[in-house]
């Protein structure tokens, strides 16, 4: 991840921020408060306690990491209304092949969820469509096979 752009809207960016901050100032203080107690129990090798936090632990310190990363590589996108082109924060109407409609959002990985119609960038489909314009067809892979994607609105 390192290096690579990381897409985000305003809101992400701050709801990772503010993650980030729960976890350095409230949750890694408190697991090690955790460890601590477990440590004074005694003999460590059979203390289930101590052996979970520090799993909890090792979780919540790989999870900061991870955020600061994101954090430190991340690019605001805005979502565009409108427009002629399909970029980053673009809201489409697709039809592939025979099947229906479908509207989809175009974010950055950090963003997706397919069962909303939010979709990566990085995936297939959302990579197919960036710089495509409205009334665009172009055929796309999918696991049925090829098939010819048109897009029908740019909102």
């Known amino acids: 991840m390192e290096n690579n752009p990381q897409y985000l809207t305003a809101e992400s960016f701050n709801n990772l921020q503010k993650e980030l901050e729960v976890l350095k100032i409230k949750t890694i203080p408190e697991i090690a408060n955790h460890i601590n107690e477990a440590k004074q129990q005694g003999d460590l090798s059979e203390n289930a306690e101590y052996h979970h936090a520090k799993e909890e632990m090792a979780w919540a310190q790989g999870r900061s990491l991870e ?6 590589n991340a690019t605001i996108i805005t979502p565009k209304i409108g427009g002629k082109t399909v970029t980053l924060g673009s809201e489409i109407i697709i039809k592939i ?11 950055g990985a950090q963003e997706a ?24 067809k ?18």
């Open 113 to 136: 969820n397919p069962l909303k119609g939010i979709i990566s960038n990085e995936s297939p489909l959302g990579g197919a469509l960036l710089g495509h314009e409205k009334g665009d």
């Open 67 to 72: 955020l600061e990363q994101i954090l430190q």
């Open 138 to 155: 172009f055929k796309i892979k999918v696991p049925s096979g090829e098939q010819v994607c048109e897009i029908l609105d740019i909102k």
């Open 97 to 107: 092949g025979s099947g229906a409609e479908k509207s989809y959002i175009i974010v």
